[in-house]
């Protein structure tokens, strides 16, 4: 079992991403989530975070698998990952806007997935198309070396396992 979750949330052609204030990742443009509390399901623990990190109350997401890492040989880690769609009449609050975690703001997919977007978690551009392209849950498994992805890899997983 991981212990973090993200999710990326869609609103018509944009996605809200935080931008973090703390390590890991400071800096960088991402999902939201965070770190599975004692006893609690993935799509639980997601639902609670997007709510705490952007006051956004979600009733669903949608699980699209598993994002893992290892790295430089030594350690290793994961999280469940989700994708949630906001209502097309959902009235979408003013951004940028700064919260504890970091900076809320709405973006583009083209930006995401821009070659020379040095500001995005670097494996997001490579998970995030496939989630959004198919509904098969599977693990993005990512292997580094320092901070660069050296390997990455899509493994089917056993749906009947879902821990959503």
């Known amino acids: 079992m991981y212990t973090y979750t993200i999710c990326f949330l869609m609103h018509q052609n944009e996605f809200l991403l935080l931008n973090r ?3 890991p990742l400071m800096g960088r443009w991402n999902g939201v989530g965070g ?4 006893n609690e399901s993935p799509l639980a623990c997601v639902l609670r975070e997007v709510y705490e990190e952007t006051g956004i109350l979600l009733t ?3 699980y699209k698998g598993t994002v893992s890492w290892k790295l430089d040989g030594k350690g290793s880690g994961g999280m469940y990952a989700f994708v949630a769609e906001l209502p097309h009449a959902w009235e979408r609050f003013v951004t940028p806007r700064r919260v504890e975690e970091g900076i809320l703001d709405w ?11 040095e500001g995005m ?8 198309p496939y989630m959004l392209e ?5 693990e993005h498994a990512f292997t580094y070396e320092g ?5 990455y890899e899509r493994i089917p997983l056993d749906i009947g396992k879902s821990p959503c």
């Open 147 to 151: 901070d660069r992805v050296v390997d």
């Open 35 to 38: 770190k599975l509390a004692p």
């Open 134 to 138: 198919h509904d098969q849950p599977v």
């Open 60 to 62: 669903s997401a949608r």
């Open 121 to 128: 978690a670097e494996n997001v551009p490579r998970f995030l």
């Open 107 to 117: 973006v583009t997919l083209d930006w995401i997935l821009h070659p020379d977007n």
């Open 21 to 23: 204030r703390k390590p």
